[in-house]
T-cell receptor, first 114, second 110 residues
Framework: EPEVTQTPSHQVTQMGQEVILRCVPISNHLYFYWYRQILGQKVEFLVSFYNNEISEKSEIFDDQFSVERPDGSNFTLKIRSTKLEDSAMYFC????????????FGDGTRLSIL | DAKTTQPNSMESNEEEPVHLPCNHSTISGTDYIHWYRQLPSQGPEYVIHGLTSNVNNRMASLAIAEDRKSSTLILHRATLRDAAVYYCILRDIEANNLFFGTGTRLTVIP
């Protein structure tokens, strides 16, 4: 069964540095998402992406964050000037369509900011 | 998105059925009921969804009350691999994203 894959599985970064989290969605999917989960807390929506542009974003997704689909397979989340509170699990998801299509999640990247 | 209420935790014996309840008294007519689960150290995983009628798939069954104010996810025969946090999520037909609550942590006892 096709899977969403995320790399790296664990990223350790100094505060203030930039980090790029990578995702390979399922190949025929058209909708892409990033969520995050701070340790012990809920899974939170960050951003959705369709047709090479952001379709929706949450309040968390401020100017520090950006997303890109640089080629036909990868979907990336860039976090600039990382802060301690950016430490979390970041999950990528993809879906075939929008309306009531299941979202398929990767196993996440654990981001640790020191 | 409308709010759902789930018990914080439940236990089940292995190989027995499990009924995970969810209350959603403020559900609107265009809200679908989605269930996801999150196994330890993994991302969320889609389980099942429905609107009004009961639904079955290879993973589980979803029983929806006639007034749609509550639903129950049924695992017919719990295995150790079913130990996870189960999330009941209301998702409007036009909604793009998912809003996760705190879910129900299911422990399966061997």
């Amino acid at each position: 069964e096709p899977e969403v894959t995320q790399t790296p599985s664990h990223q350790v970064t100094q505060m203030g540095q930039e980090v790029i989290l990578r995702c390979v969605p399922i190949s025929n999917h058209l909708y892409f998402y990033w969520y995050r989960q701070i340790l012990g807390q809920k899974v939170e929506f960050l951003v959705s992406f369709y047709n090479n542009e952001i379709s929706e974003k949450s309040e968390i997704f401020d100017d520090q964050f950006s997303v890109e689909r640089p080629d036909g397979s990868n979907f990336t989340l860039k976090i600039r000037s990382t802060k301690l509170e950016d430490s979390a699990m970041y999950f990528c998801a993809s879906a075939l369509g929008r309306q009531n299509q299941p979202q398929h999640f990767g196993d996440g990247t654990r981001l640790s900011i020191l | 998105d409308a709010k759902t209420t789930q018990p914080n935790s439940m236990e089940s014996n292995e190989e027995e059925p499990v009924h995970l309840p969810c209350n959603h008294s403020t559900i609107s007519g265009t809200d679908y009921i989605h269930w996801y689960r999150q196994l330890p150290s993994q991302g969320p995983e889609y389980v099942i969804h429905g609107l009004t009628s009961n639904v079955n798939n290879r993973m589980a069954s979803l029983a929806i009350a006639e007034d749609r104010k509550s639903s129950t996810l049924i695992l017919h025969r719990a295995t150790l691999r079913d130990a996870a946090v189960y999330y009941c999520i209301l998702r409007d037909i036009e909604a793009n994203n998912l809003f996760f609550g705190t879910g129900t942590r299911l422990t399966v006892i061997p």
